[in-house]
């Protein structure tokens, strides 16, 4: 007999019918001999309905009052679901949170999930019912018994974390699309159903935009290795798996708020190629890195900075014994970027720094959690490390460093996130040794609209600056993404400085600018710029590691549209690329079908 946890979105519960014809697939399922967990959503748009009423009463509602407010909507929907499943002869019983005893946070309307008790699950499946259980909420402590709810999209998580702690062999996410797409079929209508996807893209893909599945959900799924499955309410159709790597045993205790960090990796074979003074102009990362490509060089982390007047840098990095063949394709193309708007700005200039080193900090548990990448840069400045590049996902941070600094860096970063020294070259396990060679370069594309770009200007050239900066906006829970410095240094009354570039949410962009502007007579910095009319367009796959020429493929299909780059970031399993706003979805549909993640079947999915 297997054990099963099934999850319904509040679509496929938002009518009489729909609980009926899920109360028929849950007896199926159950009639064929598993046992079954079912989780559900509020039906429809309950939730939207309750956060509204509560704002027609208070501006700010209470968290407390919130919670207990819009956890009725799941209370309603699995009572619902209990009694047409019982209509069909088939025992169910439903429990809210508290009930089966899901403990969180004592964080109201953004609780994370502590742990879960399993024994009043475990007799009611003994006895051959069905559990029914009300997703999104739990309790602050199995004493104080305050009702908690997980975040919007939250029963997911419920779900997954369900199977981890039941050791379930499998959680199916029923909803209303087919399962995960290739991006986003309003906007590029021939993208495809994938039937295969793993953890570490899924979470980028979430975090970019794919709204399918609540990223702490993938998050737990990772981390306990459930194999989690997306599929359609409505057909039979096997939708997409999402999979994980075999995970190191960890404790069910602390589910959510377990080690951020769970690996410290580096790599010392790592040279640096930075390009300065380039023009500002569509096509130039594009024959860069078509030319790298042609040479069948693999690039590794790749940025390109804000343009200081009419120019940018661009920096990547490559193995070392492949420093001098990408330089000198660098510096064949340098001359012939004179910049032509400026041309007392000169010309291009190639640098090139040998002996660079690249340590990573890995975990699923940083997600959402921006003090993570804000300690890894105060942990570095301490040790007295400088950071050349930074490169973030939502799993990893990665600072190339110089290649001297690198056994102070991995013993500091070892001790300051609790992760054991082995001799490994990844200390916890590498995450790329199970990469797919047969798994395609790119898996998925996105587009975020709903970001904004800040730039410092001049900030003092020291180590502990970034460090600082970005603990100011981790204090505020403020996410950051794409951070990069820029490579070349200015004098500014004497002292060397650097423009810093970075992505926070649209929402957090003023926030982040008051905060920053705030600090700026004790840090010492100039100007803080605030660009709203940005699109960030992202590809995703674990294939691209490894393989040379997918970044310039991506560069490429951008010039040939005459869609200018303003800035590059990159990590691993991921290029994203800023543009105007108003070139987004013309960047998102020529990515895509450059990447021939196009197909000829109409996926249709609710507006
Ligand atoms: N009903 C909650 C919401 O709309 C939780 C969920 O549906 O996942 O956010
Ligand atoms: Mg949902």
Redesign the pocket.
């Known amino acids: 007999m297997a054990l099963i946890v099934q999850k319904y979105?509040?679509t496929s519960v938002g009518s009489v019918e729909r609980i009926q014809s899920v109360a028929q697939r849950v007896v199926k399922t159950a009639q064929a001999g598993n046992g079954l967990v079912v989780v559900v959503?509020?039906m429809g748009k309950?939730?939207?309905g309750l956060v509204k009423l509560a704002h027609e009463i208070s501006t700010s509602p209470n968290r407390r009052e919130m919670d207990m407010l819009?956890s009725t909507?799941?209370q309603q929907s699995i009572a619902l679901l209990s009694m047409a499943i019982q209509e069909l002869g088939q025992p169910a019983i439903s429990m809210t949170g508290a009930q089966v005893g899901i403990v969180t946070e004592a964080e109201h309307t953004r609780a994370r999930i502590l742990s879960i008790e399993t024994d009043r699950l475990q007799r009611h499946l003994q006895d051959g019912r069905v559990v029914v259980v009300a997703?999104?909420q739990g309790i602050s402590s199995l004493i104080d018994l305050e009702i908690t709810?997980?975040?919007?999209?939250?029963?997911?998580?419920?779900a997954v974390a369900l199977a981890a702690a039941l050791q379930a062999d499998c959680c199916e996410i029923y909803t209303d699309v087919p399962g995960i797409l290739t991006t986003d079929p309003r906007l590029v209508p021939d993208a495809q159903l994938m039937s295969e996807i793993t953890s570490d893209e899924m979470l980028e893909l979430a975090s970019l935009g794919a709204k399918v599945l609540?990223p702490r959900a993938v998050e737990i799924a990772r981390n306990y290795g459930v194999t989690l499955v997306v599929r359609s309410s409505w057909t039979e159709d096997p939708g997409t798996k999402v999979v994980s790597p075999i995970p190191q045993p960890r404790p069910l205790e602390g589910l959510e708020i377990a080690q951020p960090v769970d690996a410290v990796e580096f790599d010392t074979d790592q040279a640096k190629v930075a390009l300065l003074r380039v023009p500002d102009r569509p096509g130039i990362a594009a024959r860069l890195f078509g030319e790298i490509a042609t040479q069948d060089l693999d690039v590794d982390l790749i940025i390109q900075s804000i343009h200081e007047g009419n120019s940018n840098d661009i920096a990547f990095t490559v193995t070392q014994n492949s420093l001098n063949r990408a330089e000198a394709v660098a510096a064949a193309i340098a001359p012939a970027l004179r910049n032509q708007i400026d041309p007392l700005a000169g010309e291009a200039e190639v640098m090139v720094d040998r002996r660079m080193a690249k340590v990573s900090i890995v975990g699923a548990g940083m997600i959402g959690r921006p003090g993570v990448a804000a300690q890894m840069f105060s942990t570095l400045a301490e040790a007295g490390v400088n950071i050349e590049m930074i490169s973030t996902s939502e799993v990893q941070v990665s600072c190339a460093i110089d290649q001297d600094d690198c056994d102070r860096a991995i013993a500091a970063l070892c001790q300051a996130f609790n992760v054991t020294r082995s001799p490994a070259k990844s200390i916890g396990g590498h995450r790329w040794q199970q990469a797919d060679q047969l798994a395609p370069p790119v898996r998925g594309a996105a587009l975020d609209l709903k970001q904004a770009r800040l730039a410092i200007r001049h900030v003092p050239d020291r180590p502990g600056l970034a460090s600082r900066i970005f603990s100011l906006l981790a204090d505020r829970n403020i996410s950051v993404d794409m951070i990069i410095q820029s490579q070349r240094c200015r004098l500014v009354n004497g002292i060397a400085t650097r423009d810093i570039a970075f992505t926070v949410a649209a929402l957090d962009a003023d926030e982040a600018q008051a905060i920053l502007q705030a600090a700026a007579p004790e840090l010492g910095y100039g100007e803080i710029m605030v660009d709203r009319s940005i699109a960030k367009v992202s590809i995703v796959g674990t294939g691209m590691v490894g393989r040379p020429g997918v970044a310039a493929r991506m560069f490429e299909a951008l010039s040939k549209e005459q869609i200018n780059i303003q800035m590059i970031a990159t990590s691993e399993i991921k290029v994203s690329c800023l543009v105007a706003e108003t070139e987004g979805t013309r960047a998102l549909q020529v990515i895509h079908a450059a990447f021939e993640l196009s197909g000829n079947e109409r996926i249709v999915v609710p507006a």
Request: charged share 15%; proline share 0%; glycine share 30%.
């Open positions: 979105g509040g959503s509020a309950t939730t939207d819009l909507g799941e997703g999104f709810t997980l975040g919007r999209g939250g029963s997911d998580t419920s609540h």
